[in-house]
């Protein structure tokens, strides 16, 4: 083990003898080609998990940037405090489909964790579009259309049912997609903790389902390409859409954020149709 990678185990070990009600979360990640710099002012750690360069949209493209309000929001309804992060398994997690012109080609691969819920329900969405969407050929609405789907087939069922997704916990009125720029937006206060790609959001707004759905194809590889974090930006638009106001008087009084021990999302939520 090198001397960088020591004395940062050791720097995370004294950062949870300061702060023992804290959760440092500690994961090993792979090293990304491409890491983007920090915010002015802060320093961030190579190993800590990077979205590629490729998958960062232009701020060029449009929308409005996220805000130092919504990022504290945002870590609040999801984890109740400004310094918990998403887990490893959160953050590896994207909407993978397997082979495509494969018998399991309409599926997405799932791996046991936290995300697992959030897909489960998407993988409904594609197979209902799958089925019954504006598919055409004689077997249409039939198993055997499932089979053999190729990429722009997968890529088209995903979008439809992400869109879906937003525009149903939008009240059917507006739905907001997030993506990720390359370069921050805002520079988050000592209180809170980076992560890398929430403080560099991009927040896009739209008023027709249509609309959200052309959007999300046009940059499905947000969604779809590993090292996305497409699963928590799907997540971050399900909230915004929402909107935080209306989730907190989704939930109840004995729950008061989203993610629990785990970073798993609460029970209510996952059986709650308004946050779906």
């Given at each position: 083990m ?9 720097l ?5 003898n300061k ?17 983007l ?7 961030l ?8 360069r490729?998958l ?7 929308g ?13 309804i ?12 959160w953050?590896k ?18 791996e046991?964790?936290?995300?697992q819920?959030?897909q ?7 197979i209902?579009q ?22 722009r ?13 937003l ?8 739905a ?17 903790k ?6 560099r ?8 389902k ?5 959007f999300?194809?046009?940059?499905i ?6 090292g996305?974090h497409g ?5 971050y ?11 907190r ?10 993610l ?10 996952r ?6």
């Amino acid at each position: 083990m090198s001397d960088s990678r020591l004395g940062y185990i050791e720097l995370l070990q004294q950062e949870v003898n300061k702060n023992p009600d804290r959760s440092v979360d500690v994961v090993k990640e792979e090293e990304q080609e491409e890491v983007l710099a920090p915010p002015p002012g802060r320093s961030l750690h190579p190993l800590l998990c990077s979205i590629p360069r490729t998958l960062a949209v232009s701020p060029s493209l449009g929308g409005q940037p996220v805000t130092p309000q919504l990022t504290e929001s945002l870590r609040k309804i999801l984890f109740g405090g400004t310094y918990h992060v998403f887990s490893y398994e959160w953050r590896k997690s994207f909407f993978k489909f397997r082979e495509p012109n494969s018998e399991l080609s309409y599926a997405l691969e799932t791996e046991r964790g936290a995300a697992q819920a959030i897909q489960t329900v998407i993988q409904a969405r594609v197979i209902k579009q799958l089925l019954f969407g504006h598919q055409s050929g004689s077997d249409r609405g039939t198993l055997q259309s499932l089979c053999e789907i190729g990429q722009r087939d997968q890529d088209l069922a995903l979008a439809a049912a992400l869109s879906e997704s937003l525009w149903l916990v939008g009240e059917e009125l507006s739905a907001t997609v997030t993506l990720v720029t390359a370069d921050y937006c805002i520079t988050p206060h000592l209180d809170y903790k980076l992560d890398n790609f929430t403080e560099r959001l991009q927040l896009f707004t739209f008023n027709k389902k249509e609309d959200v759905q052309k959007f999300i194809y046009e940059h499905i590889q947000c969604f779809r390409e590993e090292g996305s974090h497409g699963v928590i930006l799907f997540l971050y638009s399900l909230i915004c859409s929402r909107t935080v106001d209306r989730l907190r008087e989704d939930l109840d009084s004995t729950t008061s954020h989203l993610l629990h021990t785990g970073n798993f999302v609460c029970c209510q939520v996952r059986s709650n149709p308004q946050c779906w």
